[in-house]
Structure formats: C-alpha cells, structure tokens
C-alpha cells in the first residue's frame, strides 16, 4: 500500500477513515501496511476484527504482530454498544505517554443481521463526537465486494476521511454527517415485531410480577437459567429507570424473532444524552449505571427517543453468537 498515512496522530484530534477494501486478501495487506506504519512511528497500535481476518493480519505482520494489541471484535462488538468503551480503555491507558495512538477496527461485516448494522452505524457515527479530542487515528475496514452499496454509502456519512484502494493518501469525505448530527438523540424509529408480541403494563405495584414473566418466557423460548437471569436483571433496570425517570408507568413488550427473544420497554420519558450507557461510568458516579449494565448483558441492545417519550428494545439469543468462519 504506497497511501501516504498521516503519523502524528497525537498532535491533534481524532483521525477516523473508512478504508475500503475487496476481499480476505486485500484486508490482510491494506490492515498490516497500515499497522506497519505506526509501529514504524512509535504508536501504540491496537487491532479489533474477527477472529479469521485477525489471524490473517497476524500472519502478514509476522513478528511485528506481538507489538499490538488484538481484541475480537465479534466477542466485544456483538452489541456494538460496547465498542466505544474498549476504545476509551486504550486512550487511557497511554495518557501520559505523549505517543500516538493507532487503531484497527472493523464493526461492519457481512453476515450481520439488520438490526445488528444499524447499531454498528451508529456506533461508527458516534466515535466522531465521543473521542473527538482523543490522540487517535482509526482505520474502519469495509469490504467493497461483501457489503450492500448502502452501507458503503452510510459509511461515507459516518467517517470524515476516506481510504480506497490506490488512493496516495486520505481524503475528506463530502458526505460527512458533522459532530453537531452525529451526537443527536438516535430517533429512528423501529420496525414493528414480526410476531405478535405479549404485553404488561409497568407500574411500581408490578415489578415482581414483570420479572416473574420474563423468566418464565426466557426458559420458555430456550434461554439456558445464566441468560434467563441477565434477561430479567436487563429488564429490571430498565423498567427501574421507567419508575424513576420516564413518569413512573409505561409498556413491557415481549416475542421473538429467530433465535432471538425481546423485550421493549417504552415509557413517557426522554433521553438528550446520546452516549447513555456507552461509556464507562466513573468511580465517582452515583447512578447511571442501568443502561451500562443492560449492554453488558444482552446481545443488542437499542434505545431510540422520541417527543412523544422513549423506547429501550434489547435481544437476547438463545446461545451466545459463534465465531463465523
């Protein structure tokens, strides 16, 4: 790759690119030259992708390999939420150290459901505005070949540099949504269930009655007692923040889809924080835990608010995800 990469990333702000690529091949040699150039430059350099493309770009770095940081984004990224928590990890960490930071990461592929790329585009759009000061560049790999041309389109919204094959260096993307939209409350609306849901009523005389039925449908469907029990424990913090923060009464929906169960809660309450429950909270934090805890859970997790009050949806498979080869 003869791109012209830029290396100083901890001179300014954030540097975030899609890079465009077409095929396993093509991912192993445009990731490592990459990664080679900022452990040429001194940059701590940290790579999260799944496991076969991971160990492809292994391979191609040879013994440079051992000099990064390698995640897998299918276990961290299964709920896309929890991405940005792993990135701030990796900024803390070097605080201090006055060197670069360079990243690989790839939340988009192939295989993943609709809902799944939904959250992961939003993921992409709000690394803009949570790190927009971090000494970081990230490269967001998109395989040309493998992808629908509308998430190469979105991903052109989501990322302010681009990085295409025989391109000598970045360039701005003119279709760039700016940091003012892409920190706005997500209120795209969902799609309605594709089986008739069950309803109940949330109110504070129900709480035992709300987790008595989640369990008994969680085992019902197939959930194994561990996925029954985050399931519920999921449900009760959201229900709990309808009691307190989304006037005191509001809808649990219940049905599955797939191998999925979910559950939506929806209340009269709003949301104007648009990063809720994907940071890591600090020490000193008194609440805002529910929605932290409800990602690091569930499988997908999607919160969407609206004038008219919000809705907290989450999906819980019957298994925890596998490894697709």
Wanted: hydrophobic share 40%; net charge negative; glycine share 10%.
């Amino acid at each position: 790759m003869s791109a012209s990469l830029p290396v100083n990333t901890h001179s300014g702000g954030l540097r975030h690119a899609a890079l465009f690529y077409s095929g396993p091949d093509k991912f192993a040699e445009l990731t490592a030259s990459f990664v080679r150039q900022g452990l040429d430059a001194g940059e701590a350099v940290m790579v999260l992708a799944k496991g076969e493309k991971a160990g492809a770009l292994k391979e191609e770095l040879g013994s440079k390999a051992a000099e990064v940081l390698f995640g897998d984004m299918e276990e961290i990224g299964r709920n896309p939420a929890r991405i940005l928590p792993v990135w701030q990890d990796f900024i803390t960490s070097h605080d201090g150290s006055n060197r670069g930071l360079r990243g690989v990461g790839e939340p988009i592929w192939a295989g993943r459901t609709p809902e799944e790329i939904v959250e992961a585009q939003r993921h992409e759009s709000l690394i803009n505005f949570a790190l927009a000061d971090a000494p970081l560049l990230i490269a967001c790999p998109y395989d040309i070949g493998a992808l629908e041309p509308d998430m190469i389109e979105e991903a052109r919204r989501t990322h302010p540099l681009l990085l295409e094959e025989g391109d000598l260096e970045y360039r701005d993307s003119p279709a760039y949504r700016h940091t003012e939209d892409t920190g706005a409350p997500f209120d795209d609306p969902l799609p309605e269930p594709r089986s008739r849901p069950e309803e109940m009523p949330v109110s504070p005389d129900r709480i035992g009655e709300l987790r008595i039925f989640v369990s008994r449908r969680s085992a019902a469907f197939g959930l194994d007692p561990a996925r029954t029990e985050d399931l519920v424990l999921a449900v009760n913090e959201i229900v709990t923040n309808t009691l307190r923060h989304g006037g005191g009464r509001g809808v649990l929906r219940l049905w599955h889809e797939g191998h999925s169960l979910v559950c939506e809660v929806r209340d009269r309450g709003q949301i104007d924080e648009p990063m809720v429950g994907r940071m890591r909270p600090s020490p000193n934090q008194e609440s805002g835990f529910g929605l932290w805890l409800v990602n690091h859970l569930c499988d997908l997790v999607q919160v969407r608010s609206f004038a008219s009050g919000t809705v907290v949806r989450v999906h819980m498979g019957r298994t925890m995800p596998q490894s697709v080869a």
